[in-house]
């Protein structure tokens, strides 16, 4: 079945309520004593994935409550529209290949960042299509209070209102935007280095760079820091994010006019039957075309001179 505008405005403000539902029990746990479960020992018995960083491998009991609270909300529509379901800290039952749409659900993003009493932790849901086209995007800041939301073909939304790029002032620095994983490579001198070189020669007035959270905040923080970028190179071993990771900001991206590509500049693979990780093509975040065209362009020179 194809979903109306009307039913995603409706699915939309579904999801918009069970972000936020999500954040206010997430809230209730700030400075509390959490019981921190390792997914290295498959601890949450999921069947997905597990990367090789300290962040994809710790899950804790507000994960869990928070992707409940999420499915109270959720589970009435799979019937109902006939959706899949991608979760987190669920099984994956594949639905996401069978049905047309399916809701793809990361119930804490940045679960580290939230464990240590630091900001940069989100609730993230989307929907989307079998092919992994985005058509809603929900992402709520629990720290900010702060919602952010679109729908394919109707726009973008920061707190209900308008959301789009600010214009470049003449005087801009250019803003990396990355997570721990990212600061702690051994090339990361190497990166900041050419990125720098490469702000220059695009006219920005400098370039700066800073840790901030997880992907799904990281990539809402590209677009309130405009000029900004949020990347990840691709990767042998499994990490660099998933598709809960990456889903509800692609949506907001598109909407916005921004570009939330792989290395390569094509669209994200959303729906990838072999794996729900993008390590293999690498992500790009970013306003403006440009940089995310250098940072395509900085991949292949690094790996030519086998710097990464």
């Known amino acids: 079945m194809k979903l109306?505008?009307?039913?995603?405005?409706?699915?939309?403000?579904?999801?918009?309520?069970?972000?936020?539902?999500?954040?206010?029990?997430?809230?209730s746990y700030k400075n509390k004593q959490l019981d921190i479960i390792n997914n290295k020992h498959n601890a949450s018995g999921r069947h997905h994935q597990i990367g090789d960083t300290l962040a994809s491998q710790v899950v804790t009991e507000v994960d869990f409550k928070s992707q409940e609270i999420i499915l109270e909300y959720l589970l009435p529509t799979l019937q109902y529209y006939d959706l899949g379901l991608l979760s987190e800290e669920l099984d994956d039952?594949?639905?996401?290949?069978?049905?047309?749409?399916?809701?793809?659900?990361d119930p804490l993003d940045g679960t580290l960042r939230f464990t240590e009493g630091?900001?940069?932790?989100?609730?993230?849901?989307?929907?989307?299509?079998?092919q992994g086209d985005p058509h809603?995007?929900?992402v709520f800041d629990p720290v900010d209070?702060?919602?952010?939301?679109?729908?394919?073909?109707?726009?973008?939304?920061?707190?209900?209102?308008?959301?789009?790029?600010?214009?470049?002032a003449p005087d801009a620095p250019l803003y990396l935007v990355h997570d721990r994983s990212f600061g702690k490579q051994k090339n990361?001198?190497?990166?900041?280095?050419?990125?720098?070189?490469?702000?220059?020669?695009?006219?920005?007035?400098?370039?700066?760079?800073?840790?901030?959270?997880?992907?799904?905040?990281?990539?809402?923080?590209?677009?309130?820091?405009?000029?900004?970028?949020?990347?990840?190179?691709?990767?042998?071993?499994?990490?660099?994010?998933?598709?809960?990771?990456?889903?509800?900001?692609?949506?907001?991206?598109?909407?916005?006019?921004?570009?939330?590509?792989?290395?390569?500049?094509?669209?994200?693979?959303?729906n990838n039957p072999g794996t729900c990780y993008l390590n293999h093509c690498g992500v790009v975040f970013t306003g403006i075309k440009s940089v995310q065209e250098r940072v395509g362009s900085l991949y292949l020179d690094l790996q030519h001179e086998k710097i990464i």
């Open 93 to 105: 039952d594949s639905s996401r290949f069978q049905k047309d749409y399916f809701w793809s659900i």
């Open 118 to 130: 630091k900001g940069g932790y989100s609730v993230a849901i989307a929907l989307l299509d079998r």
């Open 188 to 270: 990361y001198n190497d990166i900041v280095i050419a990125l720098e070189d490469i702000a220059e020669h695009l006219g920005f007035a400098g370039f700066h760079a800073y840790e901030y959270g997880g992907s799904v905040m990281n990539g809402c923080k590209v677009l309130e820091d405009n000029p900004a970028l949020y990347f990840k190179f691709p990767q042998k071993k499994a990490g660099g994010g998933c598709i809960w990771d990456f889903a509800a900001t692609a949506c907001i991206y598109n909407e916005i006019g921004a570009y939330a590509t792989d290395i390569q500049g094509k669209p994200l693979e959303l």
């Open 145 to 168: 209070k702060t919602i952010y939301h679109a729908i394919k073909g109707m726009g973008a939304y920061r707190n209900r209102s308008p959301f789009d790029l600010q214009p470049l």
């Open 4 to 27: 109306s505008r009307q039913d995603l405005a409706t699915l939309a403000d579904v999801a918009i309520d069970g972000a936020i539902a999500a954040g206010k029990l997430i809230s």
């Open 136 to 138: 809603i995007g929900v």
